[in-house]
Structure formats: structure tokens, C-alpha cells
């Protein structure tokens, strides 16, 4: 057995009455009171993860005495597709919940921390605004609206590089296509933007009451949140405070802790940007979720603390 | 379908058995998945295939090699010699599992090229091979790796790291590392004179043509039971975000299992 494995035991589990959820349980030899980890698929991606760091976080976890259970959403992965008339959401939404129940009756685990990166992250942020039992939350790039600082921070750093200037100066890119999109004269095909994957609409004011419910909620059962942004989705976010004021309507208190890696994209490509996120999860974990007979320490004002390496650019 | 561990204590392997359909028969399909960021890519439409071909009457088991999806194993652990053994203890698994004397064997891409070595390797044991877009010369396809990887301009992302000898040495690609070794087995991937080698039916399915496919084409139509068709499809192993996203190659799909009917 190699030396990730050690420790640890892995089995494949079908879970839910029809069975449909498939999933990796990874769960350390020697039992520990340290809350449980469902990691959610990211997008249609089934539930390895891209450059199979779902299971490397998976072992690592359990090595560290977490039990982990990576699954796949009906449709995805190993999982099958569900009939019937209950939306993509809802269907995810009830896999977790049947997740969370088989690992509460089977396994004993009421503390539960789900993880989610982009899809994955939001769909755990909407779980744990609806059951008590989910602990803390650890969002990977989780979708936020851009505030009018995200917007100042990116016209601040367009106009910092060369090749906006050149652009303008010769006719080319984003300002000339917009232009020319006004004044209908685009002729040949359609100019790739860089903010053409942005989502204005989570800039409705419905979208951030929805937004500020859900987090509010996962507030609302003292759930722990670990929020990570990278530098990929820079049409969406490029600031480590943007969630908090994004969201002005949600008290995170004490209990929110941000991230923001400017050398990192969206996937963690890089094995030592993976590894730098792992070391950010283990660290969290264990200070935010001590073995039960432990003392619980105080954190203080996390938000306000991160690595100043980890940040962007402040204006 | 079943998820399970099956292997040795050293070298447990994830595999996904779909029994065959209405009963079934002894028809059995061993599926070899391509590597690295490929694998991440395809993996939903090789579900897929196996879920055809188990509607079909085949018993289908697919898996990820040592070092490679939920299979025990680090990174950099995958080499292609020993994922050429765990071809083997699936034919066997899935053999026990299904009853049937013989498998077949399809893979994608990398997975393809593996296949063709099994073949020639096991001839008792596999009765006909798909492959699908396979890795015709590895030489070639080591530096498309590398270009590709050297050419991504994505927010965020630095230059490939270079791993150390006591890691097996060689450079990141795509988020997974190619150790010195399976560079070097890259680079000796021949699978045009693989081909000439087998004599059981093969069936040769491509998207696009590429350096060395018109030999083999022309190698396979001269044999009975055995053929090339370049199809008109998606390249499901190359995410082209967000345009191939989630999509399924139907034609392909439908293509392979009639092939195998």
C-alpha cells in the first residue's frame, strides 16, 4: 500500500434509497471526533476533480482524521441521471441531504463541513443554509455579484497594462469592438471579450436578496465559513473583501475567513497552488474545528487577518 | 452499475461494473480511459459508451489505473507499464465477474494505445479491440502535451513546475506530472506497427486525421471484420471551455457499439 494510504481506508458506497448516489468513503483508521467532509462535483466534472485534487484533499483529510466522502450528483460521474419533474437543484439538493443522512445514521456524524468549488461551492452554500447539521462551509470561487469596487479595481488595472493603449491606439480590442458594436458597423465575427462569461446577473437586487438569505442562514445554524477566491474568474471577483461587500446584508461576524490567491486560477491547476489550497484547508480545519475535548481557541476577527501574499493589489 | 475496489493489496484499482442488460450473456467490454486532464475530460462520455453497451447485452467494466482517479496511488506513481497490468487484472476481473471466456477491449486515446499493447500481449484473452482516437506516435503526442501546456495563457496559472529525481523528475503537464519515465514511455509509443502486429478484428474510429492514421486505415481495410471511419464529432478529451462542455459525442458512441454489434 503506498504512503497516502497508509492511514486510511477507502470503499465505494452507494448511497440514497434508489441507491443512486455513488460515492468515495475515505475515513481515517483511528476514529476521531473532528467533523465529517462531503466535497461536491464541480460543474459536470465527476467527483475525482480536475487534476484529481478531490482526491488528494480526500486522503489528506482522512489522514488528518476527518471521515470524507466525495460523491456524484444524479447525472454525474458514477451517479445515474434521476427522473421526474424536480428541478437540477432540488435533485442536488436532496443527493446532499441523502449524503448527510446516511453518514448521520451510519457513521454517527452530525458535524458535517461540505466542500464545493464554483458550482460545487455555491450548491454548499445553499445546503447549508437549510440544515443545522452542516458546520462550516468551504467555498472555492462561489459565485458573488461585483460591487463598485471590483469594478474600479478592474478599469484601475486595464488601464496599468500596455497592451489596452496599443489597443486604442491602433483600433483593436474590447473599447474599439464596443464601439463599433454601438454604432452597428461590426462586420466579420464576433470579438472574444474578456468579461464575456461575467454574470451581470447576480447583480440583480433579487439575486443578491437570494445570495444574502442563504448565507445569512448558514449564519443563522453557526456554521464556519472558509471562502477562497483565485484569480480566474477575475471577470467576477478581484478582491479578497469583495463577498463582504457584495452582501452587505449578512452579519458573517467572526466566522468568515477569506482567501484570495492572485496566482492561482480557477481549477488549481498548478500542483503547488493545489498544495497551497490543501495547507489552507488542513489549517482551518484545525483551527476552526478542534477535536471535541479540545478548547475551543479564539480566532478573533479572522477576515481582517489573511497572508498579505495571498492578496490582491490594495487601492 | 457497481463501483468497487478490486487489485491487489498493493495495487487497488476503482473500477465501475454495468452488468449486461436483460439477463446479458458472455459478451463482455474492458474500457481503458485516456490519461492525465484527457481522463477528466472524456470520462463522462465513456460512462455513457459503457451504459450503451450495457443496454446492448454487454457486461462492462471500466477503471483508472494505478496512480490515477479514485485508484490508489499518487500521480506520479502512473506509469504505462503498470497500467498495462491493470489492464490485465480487470480482463480478469471483469472474466470472473461476467463468465465470459474473453473480452473485448476499448480505449481512448492513451487508453487506446494501451489497448493495443494488451492485445498483442494477451491474444487468449481479448477477442477484438476499438480504438478510438488512439495515440498513434507518443513522440508526437509528448510534445503536444508540452506545447499545450506551455501555451496556455489562463488567469493565474504559472510556468510547469520541474519535479525533483527523488519525484521521478520530469515536468508538470496539464496539472498532472510526466515523470521521466512515462516521458520515456510516451516517446516509445508506437501504435501503427502495434497494429500490424494483431490479428484479431479492430475497429479504428477518429474525429480528426492526423500523422500515421492513413497508414493504419489503409493497414485495417485489408483485413476482414476490421475498419477505420473518421467521423465528423467532438474531441471530448480537450475541454474547449465553455463550448464542448458536458458534451456527449453521440455519433461516435453509436458508431462503436454498432461496430461491436
Known amino acids: 500500500m503506498d504512503e497516502l494510504t497508509a492511514q486510511i481506508t477507502e470503499r465505494a458506497i452507494k448511497i440514497g434509497g434508489g441507491e443512486q448516489v455513488a460515492a468515495i468513503l475515505a475515513r481515517p483508521v483511528e476514529d476521531t471526533s473532528l467533523p465529517a467532509i462531503v466535497i461536491l462535483n464541480t460543474g459536470v466534472a465527476h467527483r475525482v476533480g480536475h ?44 443527493s446532499i441531504r441523502d449524503v448527510l443522512d446516511w453518514m448521520d445514521a451510519t457513521l454517527g456524524r452530525r458535524r458535517i463541513v461540505l466542500l ?4 460545487g461551492a455555491d450548491q454548499s452554500i445553499i445546503y447549508a443554509s437549510r440544515d443545522p447539521r452542516v458546520n462550516g462551509a468551504i467555498l472555492l470561487d462561489p459565485s458573488i455579484p461585483r460591487t463598485r469596487r471590483y469594478y474600479v ?9 500596455r497592451s489596452f493603449w496599443t489597443n486604442i491606439l491602433s483600433g483593436r480590442g474590447r473599447v474599439w469592438n464596443k464601439v463599433r458594436r454601438v454604432l452597428h458597423r461590426q462586420t466579420g465575427p464576433q470579438m472574444t471579450l474578456p468579461g464575456q462569461f461575467s454574470r451581470p446577473n447576480l447583480e440583480h437586487p433579487e439575486a443578491i436578496a437570494f445570495l444574502e438569505n442563504v448565507y445569512q442562514g448558514a449564519m443563522d445554524h453557526h456554521a464556519e465559513l472558509l471562502a477562497v477566491f483565485t484569480a480566474g474568474p477575475h471577470y467576477q ?31 488549481f491547476l498548478r500542483e503547488a497552488q493545489r498544495e497551497r489550497l490543501y495547507t489552507i484547508i488542513a489549517d482551518w ?8 475535548e479540545e478548547v475551543r481557541v479564539d480566532v478573533g476577527q479572522t477576515e481582517e487577518t489573511g497572508d498579505p501574499d495571498m492578496e490582491i493589489e490594495e487601492f | 452499475m457497481t463501483p468497487f475496489y478490486f487489485g491487489s493489496r498493493e495495487r487497488r484499482l476503482f473500477g465501475v461494473y454495468h ?5 446479458g450473456g458472455s459478451r463482455a467490454v474492458v474500457m481503458c480511459y485516456p490519461w492525465g486532464y484527457e481522463y477528466v475530460n472524456a470520462h463522462r462520455s465513456l460512462v455513457k459508451l459503457a451504459s450503451l453497451l450495457s443496454q446492448e447485452g454487454y457486461h462492462v467494466l471500466r477503471f483508472d489505473y494505478f496512480g490515477t482517479g479514485d485508484s490508489a496511488g499518487e500521480d506520479h506513481e502512473m506509469t504505462l507499464q503498470g497500467s498495462l497490468s491493470d489492464i490485465s487484472m480487470a480482463i480478469e476481473e471483469l472474466k470472473d465477474l461476467s463468465g465470459a ?8 486515446r492513451v487508453g487506446a494505445a494501451l489497448a493495443a499493447q494488451a492485445a498483442r500481449k494477451w491474444p487468449d484473452d481479448i477477442s477484438s479491440l476499438v480504438l478510438w482516437d488512439p495515440i498513434l506516435k507518443g513522440a508526437e503526442y509528448l510534445q503536444e502535451l508540452y506545447l499545450l501546456d506551455d501555451s496556455m495563457r489562463i488567469p493565474g496559472v504559472g510556468p510547469a513546475a520541474q519535479f525533483s529525481p527523488e519525484r521521478g523528475g520530469g515536468r508538470e503537464v496539464m496539472g498532472f506530472p510526466v515523470t521521466d519515465a512515462l516521458a520515456s514511455e510516451f516517446s516509445g509509443l508506437d501504435v501503427v506497427s502495434t497494429i500490424s502486429e494483431l490479428k484479431l478484428p479492430v475497429f479504428m474510429v477518429a474525429i480528426r486525421p492526423v500523422p500515421g492514421q492513413a497508414d493504419v486505415a489503409y493497414e485495417l481495410s485489408s483485413r476482414d471484420g476490421s475498419g477505420f471511419e473518421l467521423i465528423d464529432d467532438q474531441p471530448v478529451w480537450h475541454e474547449e471551455w465553455p463550448d464542448n462542455v458536458g458534451v456527449i459525442p453521440v455519433t461516435v458512441l453509436n458508431r462503436i457499439v454498432s461496430w461491436m454489434n
Open chain 2, 101 to 108: 471466456d474473453h473480452v473485448s477491449v476499448i480505449g481512448l
Open chain 2, 19 to 23: 452488468p449486461a442488460q436483460g439477463g
Open chain 1, 237 to 267: 471577483h478581484n478582491y479578497r473583501r469583495q463577498i463582504i461587500d457584495a452582501l452587505p446584508g449578512v452579519d458573517f461576524g467572526d466566522r468568515l475567513k477569506l482567501y484570495f490567491l492572485k496566482e492561482c486560477d480557477h481549477t
Open chain 1, 153 to 161: 479595481n478592474d478599469l484601475y488595472k486595464r488601464l496599468m497594462r
Open chain 1, 116 to 119: 464545493g468549488l464554483c458550482s
Open chain 1, 285 to 292: 480545519l484545525a483551527q476552526r474545528f478542534p477535536a471535541l
Open chain 1, 51 to 94: 487534476h484529481r485534487k478531490f482526491v488528494t484533499l480526500s486522503r489528506r483529510l482522512a489522514n488528518n482524521g476527518h471521515i470524507v466522502v466525495r460523491f456524484d450528483f444524479p447525472g454525474l460521474g458514477d451517479s445515474p441521471a434521476m427522473t421526474g419533474e424536480d428541478t437540477l437543484l432540488d435533485t442536488n439538493m436532496a
